[in-house]
C-alpha cells in the first residue's frame, strides 16, 4: 500500500470538511526527493540528525517512486485521468518553490 491512498489534503469543495488523497485530486504526482530520509519521530516533532548513506537513500527513494507508480496504476480513476508520478532524481541539488498551507510533516512507514 503507497502513501498516495492517505486522505491529508484538503478537498477541492471548500465547504467539504473531509480531507482526500492524491489520487481524489486532478493532476499528476510530483516527488522532490530531500537527504533527510533518516529523520526519526521524537514525541510529535520529527528530528534530522542520523542521516542515511546516500546509496541507501536512493534504494529507498526509488522504492517509494516504485510504490507510487504502482499506487497509479491500480487506481482506476488515476487511470482515468491519465495521472503520472513525477520523480527528481536522489542526490542532486534540486530546486522547488511553491506556496504551501504548512509545513507538515507526515511519518508513513512502509
Same mark, same amino acid.
Given at each position: ?49 542520523? %542521516? ?39 542526490? %542532486? ?7 504551501? %498551507? ?9
Amino acid at each position: 500500500k503507497c502513501a498516495l491512498n492517505t486522505c491529508l489534503s484538503p478537498s477541492e469543495d471548500p465547504s467539504a470538511t473531509k480531507r482526500v488523497s492524491v489520487l481524489d485530486l486532478p493532476g499528476d504526482v510530483l516527488i522532490i526527493p530531500q537527504a533527510t530520509l533518516g529523520g526519526t519521530p521524537k514525541g510529535k516533532q520529527m528530528q534530522y540528525h542520523k %542521516n542515511i548513506a546516500k546509496d541507501d537513500g536512493k534504494k529507498l527513494y526509488s522504492y517509494f517512486v516504485s510504490l507510487c507508480e504502482a499506487s497509479l496504476h491500480m487506481s482506476e480513476k488515476a487511470r482515468e485521468q491519465g495521472k503520472h508520478v513525477c520523480a527528481g532524481t536522489y542526490g %542532486n541539488l534540486q530546486v522547488f518553490r511553491t506556496d504551501t %498551507n504548512g509545513p507538515f510533516t507526515h511519518l508513513l512507514e512502509f
